[in-house]
């Protein structure tokens, strides 16, 4: 969770200040956002009963595991080489709007997309515990 807080900060930041373009950011923010929401409403939907706001949030209750796919890891260090690009590249003298960080942005856009797609389709990335 910590990673994703920290990518959401960097990335809602570079793209405010043009580093990064704003459909990119969305595709970022957007994964991650129903990712977030989908973990919620299969918190709820496999919690055993009874299905109270205290036990909701009792961290000791798990109800499911969630493992990361291969792909979803390389996205996320695809996404730390985006927004390190973008942070590096100014203090170097290098244009963010370079072939190569555009090349950079949409393979990373891409896996994030395909990415979040196998989290939702995928039987394999969530077991009931």
């Not at 960097?10 to 950011?25: E, F, K, R, T």
């Not at 939907?45 to 706001?53: A, C, G, I, N, Y």
């Not at 109800?63 to 942070?87: G, I, M, R, Y």
Request: with cysteine.
């Amino acid at each position: 969770m910590a990673d994703k807080i920290f990518i959401t900060t960097l990335v809602v930041s570079l793209s405010w200040n043009g580093l990064i373009p704003l459909p990119l950011a969305v595709i970022f923010i957007g994964r991650d956002l129903a990712l977030t929401i989908a973990a919620f409403f299969i918190r709820y939907r496999t919690l055993p009963e009874p299905k109270t706001f205290k036990r909701y949030w009792d961290l000791s209750l798990p109800s499911v595991t969630v493992t990361p796919s291969l792909l979803s890891k390389a996205n996320t260090a695809l996404q730390l080489c985006v927004v390190s690009s973008a942070l590096i590249c100014p203090v170097l003298g290098f244009p963010t709007s370079s072939m190569w960080m555009h090349v950079l942005q949409i393979i990373t856009g891409s896996t994030t997309i395909l990415s979040g797609i196998g989290y939702i389709f995928s039987n394999k990335t969530l077991k009931k515990v």
